[in-house]
């Protein structure tokens, strides 16, 4: 079992995301990364990239590494790059961000929280990013979410931990929060609700309703169950609804609050934002 607390420089109101350290290779160079668990992979920008955004740390140094390995091309790869017979990766997300770049092994730890030895784990190593990614101050991405590269995934195939982990967050205000991989006694009281690991890769849940000031919306459940269901995203900001029930939603708002409409930060959607103070 280990833990991580986000570090108290990156205040979380100003950042909007839950970073957590990780150190890569020998000897060890460290990151802040993106508490993620709506990514599969986790990366960091690397020393041969060419459209890498200033990020806090310096950028990762295959070459000072005695311990990293390519992943060489072969039937397990989506992406190969043919001239560094190597594999690739490409990630795509809602917000129209994109990271791609190759991927690599070498030995991953967590700090002195964890009881968990270094472990070579499979990564990427960032020769691209844009927007938010390239933007941001965190260095890059702890990708939580399953599948094959996903640092959760790989620990549990390694019998580095069971197949558990849990993320605790503390208010926007306060900041920190705590990262627990394997399993830990439930908290007294605590309530589940189904998660449908056949669904895909994502971590979701049944959204049954959304209430505005006591009211329900009029909006069927099914809506909410399309393709993969409603996800629990740790690394996203916004929430995003269906054109149906953002309608709905957006309007039963507008009669509630009673402020101007203004322009959101993401140019890509239609964000409900009030300028102006209110009581």
């Known amino acids: 079992m280990m833990i ?7 205040p979380v109101l100003s950042l909007r995301y839950y970073t957590t350290r990780l150190w890569i290779g020998t000897p060890p160079q460290e ?11 986790t ?3 690397c020393s041969s990239c060419t459209q890498c955004g200033t990020h806090q740390d ?5 070459e000072s590494s005695t311990t990293y390995k390519p992943v060489e091309c072969g039937p397990s790869c989506s992406f190969c790059d043919s001239d560094k017979h190597q594999c690739k990766y490409v990630r795509r997300y809602a917000e129209m961000s994109t990271s791609e770049g190759l991927l690599g092994t070498d030995l991953l730890s967590f700090g002195n929280f ?9 990564f990427g190593c960032e020769t691209a990013e844009s927007g938010d990614i390239h933007d941001q101050r965190a260095d890059g991405i702890m990708g ?3 599948g094959a590269y996903s640092i959760v995934d790989q620990l549990i195939n390694s019998n580095a931990m069971t197949a558990s982990f849990s993320l605790c967050y503390g ?7 705590a990262m627990v991989m394997g399993a830990i006694p439930n908290p007294p009281q605590m309530v589940f609700t189904k998660s449908d690991f056949r669904r895909s890769a994502y971590y979701n849940l049944e959204l049954h309703q959304v209430i505005v000031a006591g009211t329900p919306l009029a909006v069927d459940p099914v809506v909410f169950d399309s393709k993969f269901g409603t996800v629990i995203d740790s690394g996203t900001t916004y929430a995003y609804f269906p054109d149906i029930a953002y309608k709905a939603f957006t309007q039963a708002l507008s009669q509630q609050v009673k402020l101007d409409r203004i322009d959101g930060p993401d140019s890509h959607y239609p964000d409900v934002c009030y300028g102006g103070a209110g009581t």
């Open 4 to 10: 991580f607390f986000r570090e108290g420089t990156s």
């Open 171 to 177: 208010g926007m205000g306060q900041g920190g929060g």
């Open 114 to 122: 964890s009881t968990i030895e270094p472990e070579r784990l499979v």
């Open 31 to 41: 990151f802040a990364l993106i508490v993620d668990t709506g990514s599969t992979i």
């Open 144 to 146: 939580l979410g399953r």
């Open 43 to 45: 990366y960091v920008p």
């Open 58 to 62: 310096p950028w990762f140094k295959p």
